[in-house]
């Protein structure tokens, strides 16, 4: 429910109005609001009721005028999760996104399978105007080592709980980076699947004690073998819960 008692709906903008969606877990298809509802927004028109919308997903590209009208909305002063999968996503709409000041309340960016590069991260990671962000997904995104050792030396991520990396063909090196990293200690969610981390970059993570606090850690479908999974295995630092998804062997 929104502080006004009224509940807290998910707007959805793709190509079909499908009536479904997760924004992070919270949202059911019954709370997706109507197309009404937000398409005014894409135009440059007022849309009072979409100041309801907590959640917003946008799973469809648009035409850079359409991301500009829709992320200047002040209609989108209440949204907590803003969820962009394969959109299209490049550094011109990392620019709007960085620069909009209707976002200062956004918990929660998630971007999945987005043409984003090294460039449109730099412009999300120096946003002044995310002050409540704590849940980063930057998930099939292009990413490159260097973005991680940016976001890893970044004070900003002192505020990070949810970090998702998954899919960038990401290295040790970024490994190392978020091992070392002191502004990350407060992540409870890491997920670092689907990369080219190997058994060194195990290694490092698995003796690192900035990542105590962790409650969910993937590293499924890296080339750590059997010497990686058995050093997060006896990991002095991880959490239990953590270790028993690695082999002992």
Known sequence: MTDSGWPAFCARIDADDAAEADADRFIDASRI???PWWAPMRAGRPAPRMRLARALVIDAPLELQEWANV????????????????????????????ATG????????????????????MALLDADQLPALRALTLRQCQLTDSVVTVL?????????RHLDLAD?????????????SRHLR???????????????G???LAASPNLRALQFFSLDQCPIGRKGNRDLFYSHHLPYEIRARFQKS
């Open 33 to 35: 609001a109507p197309a």
């Open 71 to 98: 992320l200047h909305a002040p209609e989108l002063a209440n949204v907590r999760v803003l969820r962009l999968e394969r959109a299209d996503v490049d550094v011109n709409v990392a620019n709007l996104i960085a």
């Open 168 to 180: 960038n063909g990401l290295s040790d090196k970024s490994a190392v980076c978020v091992a070392t």
């Open 152 to 160: 890893a030396a970044n004070v900003r991520a002192k505020a990070l």
């Open 102 to 121: 209707q976002l200062r309340r956004l918990t929660a960016l998630h971007l999945i399978g987005n043409p984003l590069g090294y460039a449109g991260a």
């Open 186 to 200: 407060a992540l409870r969610h890491l997920d670092l699947s689907g990369n080219q981390i190997a058994a060194d």
């Open 202 to 204: 195990a290694r490092r």
